[in-house]
């Protein structure tokens, strides 16, 4: 006799933003460059109201908030008028569109912190049936960073 013992979802998709990197040394990665993310979700708890974990939808939008975008840290922003967005770090000045630019509240934009905004973002509009959230970010076919949040 088998038993309910967890439920789980799953979701995979990529985007491709830009960004740079802060860094105390020396690396091609302080230039401005992209990458195609890939994002893996997992999701566990019980089903809400509607029979679901989790809205597969808020997933999709926030791939929308950042795909073909140029990432940073709200410590580099300058300013922000007018529809645009001045960002200055790495001897780099930036004046971009605002809609161009996802600023993330985080101290840089490595594969790491973006998995952890990720994953915040999710548990702001996860219900209480949600028990543990893991975001995986893919950097390349090589390269990720994982985050899981457990209430």
Same mark, same amino acid.
């Given at each position: 006799?088998?038993?309910? !013992? ?10 491709? +933003? +830009? &960004?740079?990197l @802060?860094?105390?040394?020396? +690396? %091609?990665?302080?230039r401005? &460059?992209?990458?195609?993310?890939? !994002? ?27 795909? &073909?975008?140029? $990432? ?10 007018? *529809?645009?967005?001045v960002?200055? %770090?790495? *001897? %780099? ?6 809609d ?15 998995a952890?905004?990720? @994953?915040?973002?999710? @548990?702001e ?8 959230? $893991?975001v ?6 090589? +390269?990720? @960073?994982?985050?899981? $949040?457990?209430?």
């Amino acid at each position: 006799m088998f038993r309910l !013992v967890e439920r789980k979802i799953g979701w995979h998709k990529d985007f491709d +933003s +830009s &960004h740079f990197l @802060a860094l105390p040394y020396d +690396s %091609k990665c302080l230039r401005i &460059h992209g990458h195609t993310y890939n !994002v893996d979700v997992e999701i566990w708890g019980e089903l809400n109201e509607n029979g679901m974990i989790f809205d597969f939808n808020h997933l999709s939008n926030l791939i929308k908030r950042l795909d &073909h975008r140029i $990432l940073v840290s709200e410590n580099w922003v300058l300013d922000r008028r007018d *529809g645009r967005v001045v960002v200055e %770090k790495n *001897g %780099k000045r930036l004046e971009l569109p605002e809609d161009e630019v996802v600023i993330l509240d985080k101290p840089n934009v490595t594969a790491e912190y973006i998995a952890e905004w990720f @994953a915040e973002r999710i @548990a702001e509009k996860a219900g209480e049936n949600v028990k543990r959230i $893991l975001v995986k970010v893919w950097e390349d076919p090589r +390269s990720y @960073a994982q985050v899981v $949040l457990e209430r």
